[in-house]
């Protein structure tokens, strides 16, 4: 349970308040700007912090991340740890549980020196108070999910928009301080919310305007209105023209592979005319761009390659008498190959469905087995700001160029990040490289997540840093809250010199 204080008219009332609080054993909780005045044995509003005895004590731990040694220990990991000082070789501080520069003027919490192959290397941990950040969402699929710059919403909240659909691919964009902030109150709880859980790996039911129903979780398949998706697309129709033209030749007379972006038809296709293949005659609706390459078939849903047909013959506009035959051998089928019919014109040219051949249903299986799993990518994106650059150097512009210099290496919970180009730090970490639990939330309302920034310590002390907070990594044996986890073998290792 928290409270808040209220505004004083003198400096003599104000006195008299924080009076009464330390006669109530009441601690003021300065980690974030919500200041809560925390009673003994309760928490804060984030649940991070708690008076415990009178004093202000974070409750999670501070994790360090172990990697074994070359003989395949992994010297501090478990409950066997005799406090015997800390390996620099295989031991990587990072920010989760290691508290925020908050208020603006504090050097980050932890900043610890290490020698690696006899360079003595520094990481400065903190933990950032985030408003200005989001979540990018990829969620493998061909499936309509709702028109561009449609709301995306959680309870009736609007916590983000449709993007660009990429390649085999529906995009969203959640969060951003316009929702945490920028709305209503209530908008900005269910925003920080959702953000939280999925940044967690929890999963969290999404509505778009005009759209599905989508329940999505980093790393598991979407679940598109009750329908768990399997497959993402091998490639657009004109791809998988290419990609299987040689091994329909001599089985069908024409492919017509359906997509909601480019629909292939191989007679037409380029791949087609190279193995010389006889024109059918058959004519799909749409634009037609290139040869055998067809724009807007049909509308976008959830049907045949993403689009709102179930019959697939409904994007045949015409067949020509003068060029089709009777008994043209015709199969239509999906990007993933999860649609797929087989047809065989009769004497009016009128197509009718066939029993698949072995050789064509082969084909169709192995359009499926080279389609990836679909599965939903969760990207955490944020600016490190300058009271956090600021925790970390007296002159935070030298921590951004030295950034941009690749001389100091950014992560965030041990994980690589992406920095994007242009001013500032602002990064990208895929949540599904960060270990379990590595976010929090503040109730102003916004994200708390872990970055490192590791360099050589010559170059932190030229950069201008708080070389007085400097402190050996052995000295973390006495910290009550350390918890040692198992490197992630598929991320880099951060104490490894840069290449600049």
Known sequence: MTETRQSTDTPDAEALAHARDRDAGIVTCDACPVLCRIRPGRTGACD????????????????????????????????????????????FVTGIGAGTTYPDYKPAPFIVASEIDGVDMVTVVTEGIFSYCGLKLKIDTDRFLGPECAPVRVRGEQVGHVTTAEYGSQMLSLGGV???TGGSKKEGQVTCETLL?????????????GGAHVVVQAGAAPIIDGVREERMRVGCGSATIGIFARQWFGHADEVIVVDDHITGVLTEHQA??????????????????????????????TGW???????????IERIDPKIAWPGLRLLMVSTTGEHAE???????????PAPMPPGIAAVVERIGENCEPALVS????????GSLRAGVTDNPVRLTRSVRREVTRVTSGGAPVFVWPGGGITYMVDVRAMPDGSFGSVPTPALVAPIEFTLPLADYAAMGGHMDRVRPLASLRTEARLKAIPWDAANPWPLERSPA
């Not at 087609?272 to 055998?292: A, E, H, K, Y």
């Not at 969760?378 to 700001?385: D, S, Y």
């Open 378 to 385: 969760v990207l955490f994106m944020a600016g490190a700001g």
């Open 272 to 301: 087609g005319r190279f193995l010389d293949m006889r024109p059918s005659g058959i004519r799909v609706r749409g634009r037609r761009s290139t040869p055998g390459r067809y724009f807007q078939v049909a509308n976008p849903g």
């Open 48 to 91: 991070r912090y708690g008076n415990i005895e009178g004093r202000l004590t974070r409750l999670d731990p501070f994790v360090i991340a172990a990697r074994a040694g070359k003989d395949g220990v992994i010297p501090f990991l478990g409950a066997d740890w005799d406090g015997s000082p800390l390996s620099g070789a295989t031991a």
């Open 197 to 209: 859980t999925l940044a967690n790996k929890g999963a969290v039911e999404l509505a778009i305007d």
């Open 305 to 315: 390659g993403g689009t709102d047909i179930t019959d697939p013959l409904e994007i």
């Open 342 to 352: 087989w047809y065989v014109l009769d004497e009016t040219l009128t197509p009718r």
């Open 178 to 180: 316009r929702h945490l």
